[in-house]
């Protein structure tokens, strides 16, 4: 067994070598980008968008790339065996487009030191060959937290969480904290779907928030299926997660947060042609357009929308950070001083919650 | 925690919804089932009629005709499985097996032009003032028609079965089909016609998650659901009754796990995800501690009929 594990390691490894060696410094005439989605195409949501983004690069390298896509690769075990079929079939640049896929992807980079990988929305780079990348969501939180605040009258607003990482606890600290601002009455209820895609299950968590008098949901998930929900009430609010989502427009959608790859995946791809590509650990937002917020429909009242609009227009200007102090811990203990931005490394590992919401994160 | 905030009767107006699809689908395996055939396929026909009911409803703008359309969908899906298993007698397990697979992509090519559409809303019914009674008006009178339908399957099937001439012959042919066709009746087509009827009824389910439920179509958006109203059957031993509690204790669990959470209550999740599996594993030590007969499966479950005489 151990004899065959190392056999089977070094003929990857001796293909990754022919394939990949003209890749170092030189550039190269052309370029197989491969994709893995955590779920299908048609989930109108997060890997929708990763989609699109593959399309812009295709349409921006013409016959100079050619891609290759995995849908629906379930993150754990499953996944590096994915990683290992598309590194041995000759691609030569790899995204993996979720958090799951961290450890595989690091696993399977050791293997094939030629072949680049890009993870999506994690922080291991374990190997030279390991970029990862991100995109600045909680910026998008901020804009429709502060509509949230305005726009509820029960006073509690919903977020359905997938799974408790700091990606997810970013955007509820940052929703909770610009609805506050606006409106120090809110209470914010967080329900965990322990899932990324399961329409049923955030139907049921939608549903479970509206029974309890929440009337502003914002999603983390990637499905439509809590807006469907909020417009069968009635009277509840939502946003376009991921995806615009303009289906459900002018209301329960009264925003949405994109997420626009487009920009990123040319970028890479593009040095990998022209020789400039390293590794890198890129968590760009509003300012190089890869979180978009889309249209601000007729259903928020003018003057919130004209607030939403300069938040985002500071935002992209880099004069306003979502997370600016004074905020304080959940526990009562100080985070940031009057004035002071929250760092990098702090977003990125970030695992508590911000004063006023109630509840603890699931471990 | 705060407890106070989950309204009794609102959650099990949503429990009683959350069970619709499983029951549905649960109740057309259990027929499918005491005719003797096991069709591991509900997975597929569900997904294929929610698919088929989705495209129906979104092109003729009307719901009802979409459940229809979700119906024909699994019951066409079924008719693969029936032509397999019962005149070409393939392995049953393998090919639902096949089936639920075939089913999960055949749908996702038709869905292709229907991703990102909304489906025409369902009305829910009214009674008037009835429904507002509190408690039993929230319960039980503010929903969609077919969760009436649902319910009133679960009423006629077990009377079907029960107490008529029809029930008796479809429990012969699952129970003993030489001896069925000894007595001349034709067990095959008997057959045939309770693996149509699941399909439909799976059909029919699925249409629910697509249309009412969920309302939405995407890839893959039944996501177990069928093999849970595989496994309802077996936990229900058969009987439409205890299937019908079945499918509200398994809808209740997820419906309650995300009320709690709402409302502050920290108890692992996976606990509550994996309780209706660990209860249907409990039922059926119980029932079989009690001898195999008691477990109520069909003496001919699975087994494939070949006259030879």
């Known amino acids: 067994m151990m004899f065959r594990r190392t056999l089977l390691a070094s003929a990857a490894l001796g293909l990754g070598l022919a394939f990949g060696g003209a890749a170092a410094a030189a550039g190269m005439d052309k370029v197989k980008a491969c994709f893995v989605y955590v779920g299908p195409i048609g989930d109108g949501g997060w890997t929708f968008q990763h989609d699109q983004g593959r399309l812009d690069a295709m349409a921006e390298f013409g016959d100079k790339l050619e891609t290759m896509y995995q849908e629906s690769v379930p993150e754990g075990a499953d996944a590096e065996r994915v990683l290992t079929q598309m590194a041995l079939s000759g691609c030569n640049i790899v995204f993996t487009t979720s958090f799951g896929y961290m450890d595989p992807t690091n696993t399977v980079a050791a293997k094939f030191p030629n072949v680049k990988f890009e993870h999506a929305t994690g922080y291991k780079r374990d190997h030279a060959n390991v970029s990862t990348y991100d995109a600045r969501f909680y910026e998008g939180r901020a804009v429709i937290g502060h509509i949230a605040g305005k726009m509820t009258k029960s006073n509690k607003i919903g977020y359905i969480g997938s799974f408790p990482i700091p990606e997810v606890i970013q955007g509820i600290n940052s929703y909770f904290l610009h609805a506050r601002k606006v409106n120090p009455d809110v209470e914010l209820s967080v329900v965990w779907a322990y899932t990324w895609f399961d329409p049923a299950k955030e139907a049921d968590a939608a549903k479970a928030l509206i029974e309890q008098g929440v009337d502003v949901i914002a999603a983390h998930t990637d499905s439509t299926a809590p807006l469907a929900e909020a417009q069968k009430a009635g009277n509840v609010v939502g946003f376009g997660q991921a995806s615009d989502m303009a289906a459900y427009k002018p209301s329960p959608r009264v925003a949405s947060i994109i997420d626009n790859w487009g920009p990123y995946y040319i970028k890479r791809i593009g040095a990998l042609l022209d020789g400039t590509y390293e590794q890198t650990a890129s968590w760009a937002g509003m300012p190089e357009g890869e979180v978009v917020i889309g249209e601000i429909t007729e259903a928020v009242p003018a003057d919130v929308k004209a607030e939403a609009e300069a938040m985002i227009a500071a935002i992209t200007d880099g004069s306003y950070h979502p997370f600016t102090g004074p905020i304080k811990k959940q526990d009562g203990s100080d985070w940031l001083k009057e004035g002071e931005v929250a760092d990098d490394g702090t977003l990125a590992g970030m695992m508590f919650y911000v004063e006023g919401i109630k509840g603890d994160i699931p471990k | ?309």
Not at chain 2, 75 to 84: D, K, T
Not at chain 2, 99 to 126: C, D, H
Request: hydrophobic content about 55%; aromatic content about 8%.
């Open chain 2, 1 to 309: 925690m705060d407890l106070s905030a989950i309204n009794p009767a609102v959650l099990f107006a949503s429990l009683i919804v959350a069970a619709t699809p499983i029951l549905l689908a649960g109740l057309g395996e259990l027929v499918v089932e005491k005719a003797g055939v096991l069709n591991l396929g509900v997975e597929g026909m569900m997904i294929v009629g929610a698919i088929c009911g989705f495209a129906v409803a979104v092109g003729t703008g009307s719901p009802a005709l979409g459940f229809i359309g979700g119906a024909v969908g699994g019951a066409a899906l079924s008719l693969i499985f029936g032509l397999l298993t019962q005149y070409l007698l393939a392995n049953q397990v393998a090919t639902g097996l096949a089936l639920t697979l075939f089913g999960l992509g055949f749908s996702a090519l038709i869905g292709q032009g229907y991703v990102g559409i909304k489906p025409p809303m369902t009305e829910r019914l009214s009674f008037g003032p009835l429904s507002d009674i509190p408690g039993l008006g929230t319960i039980l009178l503010r929903h969609d028609l077919m969760v009436y339908v649902a319910l009133i399957a679960v009423v006629a099937i077990w009377y079907v079965l029960n107490r008529t001439r029809l029930g008796l012959i479809l429990r012969a042919v699952g129970e003993n089909h030489d001896a069925a066709h000894a007595l001349g009746y034709k067990v095959v087509r008997i057959r045939l016609l309770a693996i149509l009827f699941g399909g439909a009824m799976a059909g029919l389910g699925g249409a629910y998650l697509s249309l009412i439920r969920v309302p939405m179509w995407t890839v893959g958006m039944t996501s177990g659901a069928g093999w849970i109203a595989l496994a309802l059957v077996v936990f229900a031993a058969w009987r439409p009754g205890r299937l019908l509690l079945g499918a509200w204790l398994f809808g209740g669990i997820t419906a309650l796990q995300l009320n709690l959470q709402v409302a502050g209550a920290r108890v692992p999740v996976e606990y509550l995800q994996m309780s209706p599996y660990v209860i249907t594993i409990l039922v059926l030590v119980i029932m079989s501690a009690k001898g195999g007969r008691a477990l109520g499966a069909p003496a001919a479950l699975g087994r494939s009929f070949h006259a030879t005489h």
